[in-house]
């Protein structure tokens, strides 16, 4: 009975739970528990008091026990999570990185085809006798059409370069230059 009749004060009762005053201070606040005495403006509780808040504590304790247990699985977790993704990640950059060089080898053979066509055209077009239909640089040449066109207006004509006077020449250049939509509205 002698401990029944001892009294404590906020910051006992914490001491001897294992946690802080504040949280002492609202757990009774919360409750509702009153202090037995209170003398030169200090609280003391009794027994029955301290028991409620070890109760409180012993539990609350054990929950955030598991709680902390639960975060570091959540913890875990995550990191391997991490880990996996970083996994995933660098295997992706590896595939990009092997797509991006069989992309560049077909780039270069590409590259060289063109190359060849460009060079193939060139030697046709050096090798092309003056006899034969070829259209030569700065040449405009249009065939006849074999078959009689009843518009008299509209006839097939044939020109070529050395025909023509260079004045003339000049001249239907200066035409046939791109105007600009202004100039072709109020064209003089």
């Known amino acids: 009975m002698a401990n029944a009749r001892k009294k404590y004060t906020m910051q006992n009762m914490a001491d001897l739970i294992g946690v802080n005053k504040s949280s002492v201070y609202r757990f009774l606040k919360k409750e509702n528990i009153s202090p037995t005495i209170v003398q030169n403006n200090t609280q003391y509780y009794s027994s029955i008091a301290l028991q ?24 875990n977790s995550l990191q391997q999570q991490i880990k996996d993704l970083k996994a995933e990640l660098s295997e992706e950059k ?6 991006l060089a069989e992309k560049d080898k077909q780039i270069i053979g590409y590259q060289k085809l063109v190359d060849q066509s460009q060079q193939l055209l060139l030697n046709e077009q050096n090798m092309g006798l ?3 239909n070829s259209v030569q640089e700065g040449e405009y040449s ?5 078959h009689k066109s009843t518009n008299n207006d509209s006839k097939n004509i044939v020109i070529l370069k050395d025909q023509i006077d260079p004045t003339v020449l000049k001249k239907v250049q200066k035409k046939t230059k791109k105007m600009h939509w202004w100039n072709k509205i109020f064209r003089n």
Not at 52 to 75: A, G, M
Not at 142 to 146: A, D, G, L, M, W
């Open 94 to 99: 590896v595939r990009a990185d092997a797509q």
């Open 130 to 132: 003056p006899g034969k």
């Open 52 to 75: 409620r808040v070890k109760k409180h504590f012993n539990t609350t304790h054990t929950n955030s026990n598991e709680r902390v247990d639960n975060r570091d699985l959540l913890i």
């Open 142 to 146: 249009e065939k006849p059409s074999t």
